[in-house]
Each structure stands twice: as C-alpha cells, then as structure tokens.
C-alpha cells in the first residue's frame, strides 16, 4: 500500500496539493457539448472530468412508469471503468445506486416538474476520471445539462463538499483527503432559494463542526454557481448583440 | 418597487428579476413577491410584466399551431407522429380518409407510412391528453418534394421577421415555397436542390444571428451575392 | 399499485401538524412506543426484532470467516444488506435490491461503520489471511414509516445480541473451541429520522407523513455526541438553517433515546 503521509495540512494550514484550508479546487464547466443530447455539459472539478447528457422532456417508456399529474426524473450516475486508479466493473455497483438516486433528489427540487405531466428527463452522469467529490462536481454539471435542454428551473443546483482532514474542517476534499480523512459532507444548494437539495455525512464531527463545515460548504457552493452562471452565458452570448430598432 | 435588470439583460435559471408590483410573465416564475427567470433567455418588461425570452426552450403544442411531424407508427385507427415535442401527436384516419373508415378493408399504411412527413394542425391538446392533429384543410398533408431542416422553436418568429419580411425576401431571392412549423420543423420547396440549400443556408444564419440588428438586410445582401455566383458559375 | 394519500388526509395532517399535533396524538418530535425483542433466531448468531408502531423490521446477524480486504489487513469485514420484503408492503416487489433497499442498507451501515460501533480490529484472527466476517442483513416485515430509524435500532440491537464462536490457532489452523463471546462493539450509533413537512420537523416519521413531508433527513450519533452519518432524502429541499436545527434535535432525541435502551 502507499505510504501514508504524517499530516494532510501542516501547521501553516496548507495542504498535500497546495490549497489553504477553505479554498477550491479549479472549476471549468463547458454547456452543450453533446450534439445529440437535449441538453448537456461537462465539467472538470480538480482531477475529476465529468460528461453529463439530458433527454426530455419525452414520453416515458414503459409507459407504467409515467406519471399522470407531472414529469418523471430519471438519473443516472455511472463510473467509467478507467476512471480510478484500480479499474471498476462496468455493472452498476451499490454506490452508483445510492448516489443515482441521491443526485435525483438533489436536481428534483430545481425543476417545475408539474408542467409537463406524463413526460420523463433522462438525466446521464458519466465519470470519465475521479478524484472525489464527484457526486458534487456530477451535479452541478447536471443541472447546468438540464438548463441547457430548455427545461424551465426554480434555480440552478450547484454542489461542493466540505469535510476534516486532522483536526481542521476544510473545503472540497480531494480523494487522498476523503479516504485519508476524518468525515465528507457533501451539500447541493439553490443559491437563489437558500436550499439545501442533498446532505449527506460520514465520518465523524462533533456538532460545531458540523455546522462549520455546512456553511463552508455552501459558501464554496456560491463560489462555483458564478462559474456555471458565466459558462451559461459563454454559450448563450456569442449570438446575441445588443438590438437596436430594427428597420 | 425595483427591477434588478436591464432591458435584454442575458439571465439565468433562478435568477432574481424583479420585486414588489410586478407580474411574472413568459419563462419567469413568482416567490412570494419576487419574480424569477426559469430559462436562460432575455428579460423585459412590459407595463408591470416581467417576460424572458427563452434563448433555449423545447415546442409545446398550442392548438392551432401548424407543425411539421413524421410519422412513426402505423396504429389500428389512425397514425402515431412526432412532432419534437414532449408529447407524440395522433392522427387519426376518421381525419385523413374522405370517407368513413373501416378498419378492415381500408389499408392505413397506404395512405401514410412510418417515415412519411406531414404538415398538419393541432386541433386539440391538454394537460390531461396527448395532441390532436388535423389535415383537413388546403396545404396540409403528406409532404412529398422538399427539404426538411430544424431550427430551435424560440426562433420562428425571428425567421418570420417583422410583419413577415424576412421570411418573403428569402422566398423571393430563392423563389422557395417554405413552410414554417411552430414546432421548429421548416420545408423547403423550391425548383432545384441549389435553390432549396441557398435558403436553409439563410435560415441556418438567422438562427446564428438571431440577435443580431440589421439582419433583414444582411441576409438579403447574402442571397443576392450567392445567387449571383451561381448564376456566374453557370455561364 | 401504490397507495395513493386522499387529498383531504394530507390536509388532515398539513394542518395537524401547523397545529403541533400528529394524527396518531403524538407531539411533533415524540417517537412513537417501540419495543426490541432479542435473540429470537437461534440459528443467527445474532438477532434482534423491532415494533416501532406498526413498522417491524427483523435483522439478523451471521458471523462466518473469510479473507480481509487487501487495505485493511488486521480488520474484520462488516458487510450490511436491506431487503424491503415483498410482504411487508403493497409497494415492494420481488427481485433485485432496488434504490431504495440499497439505499437503506448503505445508511445503517455508514451509522455503525463511521462510529465503529463494531470493533473490527478485534476481528482479526491471521493478519492478512483470516478474519471474522459480520454479515448484518436488515429484513422490513412491516413497512409503516421510518425504515430507517427503525432499521438502525434493530442493527445495533442485533450487534449487542450476537455472540462469536471462541478460537484457537493450532498449527497454523484455525480450531473452533466451545463457547462463545460477545461481539467486540466500541460504540452504540443512534439515528435519529426526521421529516419536514410544512416547514416544520416531525421526528419519527408514520408512513402517511412520509407520504405527505417533501424531504427528511437522518442522522446518527455515537456514544459521545458526535455526528457520524447524515443522509438528507426526497425530492425536496432544507435551508441551512432548518440543517442546524435537525441537528440539535437529533442530538437531544438520541440523549433520550440512548437513555431508554441503556446503550
């Protein structure tokens, strides 16, 4: 096994990559990059490189699954089988699962699902390479996929983990500091609404903790909204000029 | 009672447009008393009311609406087709055949196969059922010549243009019969294959520079020189 | 065929609930009467059934041998699963695990593996050759609101109860000897469930508020008051204020909680 190292932030509060306690990793997100898909965007969070793609709305099939009364959301988390150090089995494992399902709750708050009764969105999360925190990183790519497919939202959702690694909480862990680390929280948020869309925890913290690494979390959350703001208007904005009156 | 926008501001799902005595209009939606975008689009607003322009939203059917569809089943009474909308359409055969219908002598994939285009109308839609479509009157039906292109459904109207200037000058300069889908679906017809593609080629551009000022004419300047190279080339 | 809430009974309860009552009498953030009833399977190695209200969920826990894990030589292997049996409600259906019951199985195990409640390094009987595997299997007989919680207390009861067959290590080989010792357990994890229905939290949620909530969230706690695991679920959504106040109360639920079972 590789040698564990002593500490994962020294005393001057920098860690193994560099970064301060509450600083992100790099974030470039790119919209509409899947000429097939409805909607689509992909994101590089850190080391992780996500592609996420959206059907819909459309009819669902089979046609038990449909809902009479509103839209159906369908998700999908997936990990490449090259995307980790020791490949992964293409079947869905146990944790894909859990995350396709905790990832749907987390976009379903965003859309107005009552709009369009009958129909169905897929939403496909592929992780091409992870370096943890990909459910955060997938989601926010997700969200932006969905807007890109015309689907009318309450808001974006935009998701960050904060976490403790020794005896400091610090935000956005990398996966040496998750598996190395004291406890992951990862949060999604709609900025504009002030809500949490998916919370989960392991690890331990004491209750003060808890709340610091909550509210460093959605403070990192704001931080990376900007950056999906700014990548839906790089897509959008290159045809649209100022009108003037027309003749 | 403010706004938090300028007129044709680019705004994003979620973000926040105006609070206090306004009405949330087109793509935008209300909050207690504040007024959010639901799509990326413009914002505007008109005595009170607060309207984006979506720069990206999908066809929802409106009964009335003229639409271009393929058909995509050949069923027991009529024809599954898809118009690119959420909602596949139905047309029945009580609508197409002249006569009344037997199920048992009367072949449907005769009359139309799957792969067949359309023009039709919705004559109904609603929350609760699938839409309705018509071919019962002049200009509807089987499309037989032509080309068939899409462009996103939030730019017909631009396509259009204002009082249906844009759409006449590129039938003049190309003398193309184009026939526009709500549903963002457009035929061309016109006497050769050249003709056909100058005009998609207009169409394609406006949907690019849809925003643009003085497009009118650019696009008419266009067609002008590249029929004018196609006249050269021919001599 | 799911079993649809009358729009007039989730009025019922919506307002109830404003006004700080529950259609059953019980107060916003009272648990409903439970019992845990230990040791009924003799053939697991460990076994413990829960009645809280009407949801009754049955885990058993069987001890075997195997190989470590390649990255944690000198650890037992804990391993839990959740089946939603078909006869515990109209909605589940035979086959697979499906979201749910995996869902289910990966949140009680992240509230025992987190607080170590099991001593796994107490497991080991060959560093890097063999060690004691702790099969937990969660079966739902009943499905009547809060799998969760309900789950979770039957595991740790199921933990408590079991015992492991003592050993030897005779030549390299490993000897079963008569008798048996409780399993090691450093800690007793308590989750505490609750649903937002209105904007208010209910604790312990009933099968028609979780019809009815937009969103829950579970948390578990360990011995010393610490934060272990916490799973937010349903489509809808808390605001980071709401967050710190499920996490306050859990913390006080599993204070009374911890002091009813004598964890």
């Known amino acids: 096994m590789n040698d564990k190292p002593e500490k994962l932030i020294d005393k001057k509060g920098v860690r193994l990559d560099g970064r301060k306690a509450d600083e992100l990793r790099p974030v470039k997100v790119q919209v509409g990059v899947l000429p097939n898909a409805d909607g689509s965007a992909y ?49 869905p494992s146990r944790r894909e699962v859990e995350l396709s399902k905790v990832i749907r709750e987390s976009l379903e708050p965003s859309v107005f699902v009552d709009l369009y009764p009958r129909t169905g969105i897929d939403v496909f999360i592929e992780v091409l390479q992870a370096d943890g925190g990909t459910r955060c990183a997938a989601i926010t790519a997700a969200s932006l996929a969905i807007a890109d497919a015309g689907i009318p939202l309450r808001d974006l959702v935009v998701a960050c983990a904060a976490g403790k690694i020794d005896d400091t909480v610090v935000l956005d862990l990398y996966d040496a500091e998750d598996k190395l680390g004291m406890a992951d929280v990862p949060v999604a948020y709609m900025p504009n609404l002030n809500a949490v869309t998916l919370l989960q925890m392991d690890g331990v913290l004491a209750p003060e903790e808890f709340e610091t690494a909550v509210n460093m979390a959605v403070e990192g959350c704001k931080k990376i909204y900007l950056v999906q703001k700014e990548a839906l208007r790089t897509k959008y904005m290159t045809t649209v000029v100022k009108e003037e009156a027309e003749e | ?198 005009a998609m080629m207009a169409i394609r551009k406006i949907e690019e520079e849809s925003h643009t000022s003085g497009l009118t004419d650019r696009i008419t300047q266009l067609l002008k020189e590249e029929k004018s190279k196609m006249e050269e080339n021919k001599t | 065929m799911s079993t649809v809430l009358t729009r007039v009974k ?69 391993t839990v699963n959740a089946e939603l049996v078909p006869l515990a409600s109209p909605n589940f259906e035979p086959g697979p695990p499906d979201e749910n019951s995996i869902e289910l199985a990966r949140i009680v195990d992240r509230g025992i593996r987190e607080s170590k409640a099991v001593d796994t390094e107490k497991l080991c009987i060959e560093p890097g050759k063999k060690v004691f595997v702790v099969f937990v299997d969660v079966y739902i007989l009943n499905h009547d609101g809060n799998l969760i919680d309900a789950a979770a207390l039957a595991a740790v009861s199921a933990l408590i109860n079991a015992k492991m067959p003592n050993y030897e290590i005779e030549d390299g080989e490993v000897k079963i000897k008569t008798g048996y010792s409780p399993l090691p357990l450093k800690s007793h994890p308590i989750t ?23 969103a829950r969230i579970s948390i578990a706690i360990n011995d010393e008051g610490n934060i272990c695991a916490i799973q937010k679920g349903g489509a809808g959504f808390f605001s980071p204020q709401k967050i710190l106040e499920a996490s306050k109360l859990a913390q006080e639920k599993a204070v009374e909680l911890r002091k009813k079972l004598g964890w």
């Not at chain 1, 449909?66 to 980790?84: G, L, T």
């Not at chain 2, 984006?52 to 009964?63: E, G, N, S």
């Not at chain 2, 899409?150 to 396509?159: A, I, L």
């Not at chain 3, 469930?193 to 209910?202: C, G, P, Q, S, V």
Request: with cysteine; proline share 6%; net charge neutral.
């Open chain 3, 192 to 214: 505490v469930t609750m649903a937002k229905i209105n904007d208010k939290l209910i604790v312990d949620p009933w099968i028609e508020e979780e019809q009815v909530m937009d």
């Open chain 2, 1 to 198: 009672m403010p706004t938090f926008f300028e007129k044709k501001q680019l705004v994003t799902p979620g973000e926040l447009l105006a609070e206090g005595d306004y009405q949330p209009g087109e793509n935008t939606y209300m909050e207690e008393n504040r007024i959010y975008a639901q799509r990326i689009g413009l914002v505007d607003a008109e005595n009170k009311r607060v309207n984006v322009v979506a720069l990206r939203a999908f066809y929802v059917p409106k009964v009335g609406d003229i639409v271009i569809g393929t058909v995509i089943e050949v069923g027991f009474n009529g024809w599954t087709v898809d118009i690119k909308a959420p909602y596949t359409a139905m047309l029945r055969a009580s609508d197409v055949l002249s006569r009344p219908f037997k199920p048992q002598n009367d072949e449907l994939s005769q009359v139309l196969n799957a792969g067949d285009l359309i023009v039709a109308k919705i004559a109904s839609y609603d929350r609760a059922h699938d839409p309705q479509l018509t071919v019962g009157e002049p200009g509807l039906g089987k499309i037989t010549r032509g080309q068939i292109m899409r462009v996103t459904p939030t730019k017909v109207p631009r396509v259009i243009g204002r009082k249906g200037s844009m759409i006449s000058n590129i039938k003049q300069e190309t003398g193309c019969q184009i026939i526009l889908g709500v549903n963002g679906v457009i035929l061309v017809t016109g006497k050769n294959t050249a003709d056909e593609e100058l």
């Open chain 3, 10 to 78: 989730q009025k019922q309860i919506a307002q109830l609930i404003d006004a700080g009552k529950r259609l059953d009498g019980r107060g916003l953030t009272d648990h409903r009467e439970f019992t845990i009833e230990e040791g009924l399977i003799e053939r697991a190695e460990g076994s413990a059934r829960i009645r809280l209200g009407k949801t009754d969920v049955l885990v058993g826990v069987k001890i075997e041998t195997g190989e470590p894990f390649p990255d944690t030589p000198n650890d037992g292997v804990l």
């Open chain 1, 43 to 91: 994101i590089e969070h850190g080391k992780n490189k996500i592609l996420v793609g959206v059907f819909g709305p459309r009819e669902v099939h089979p046609k038990h699954l449909s809902m009479s009364d509103r839209m159906v959301i369908k998700c999908r988390y997936h990990m490449a089988p090259f995307s980790v150090q020791e490949r992964k089995s293409p079947a």
